[in-house]
């Protein structure tokens, strides 16, 4: 494994919904809570590190020539740092297309037309050194718009995997 390369990962969902038109994972402004292991030895962990897409790390050397990170750890034994990159779309398309087996587009919102078994991408990063194996939902990460245009923006909890909520304003669920 070369230690320079830099690893696409790519978070995926699939849900069973119900007057549902689309789940949006946001990517401004909000924490993310992943687990990540030593990409060299899985024994390795960080469990529950929080990311925010909008916001990077600082560079410790100015004069660095490697792209600014999300995060980063610097496992045991190491003499470099393991990174975290979030991708938006443009970064994503551009890094897919080194992937030619790859045929499940960028990541995006997954939509009430969504085949119930469709796994659909909502979050690429790259990685070097690290492997992000635990996506651990909190609050506030999504964004669920009702198939009538109701927005459902706040206190979005998937406790046991599972979000229920009501429209009080057109009286349905």
Known sequence: LNYNTMVLYM???????????????????????ISVRNDISDWEKRENVIFNPSELEEQKDESSKEKPVHFS??????????????????ETATALKKKKKYKGGVPRAFTGDDDNNKWVPILACECRGLEPYEF???????????EDGYIFDEEIEFEDGEWTDFDLENECP
Not at 14 to 27: D, H, M, N, S
Not at 73 to 90: I, N
């Open 11 to 33: 978070l995926f969902m699939k849900a069973v919904t119900e007057k549902v038109g689309e789940i949006q994972l946001r990517r401004e402004n909000v924490n993310l809570r």
């Open 73 to 90: 750890v610097k496992w045991e034994g190491s003499k470099k740092s393991s990174v975290l990159r979030y991708l938006d779309a443009k």
């Open 136 to 146: 651990l939902p909190m609050k506030d990460e999504f964004v669920i718009a009702g």
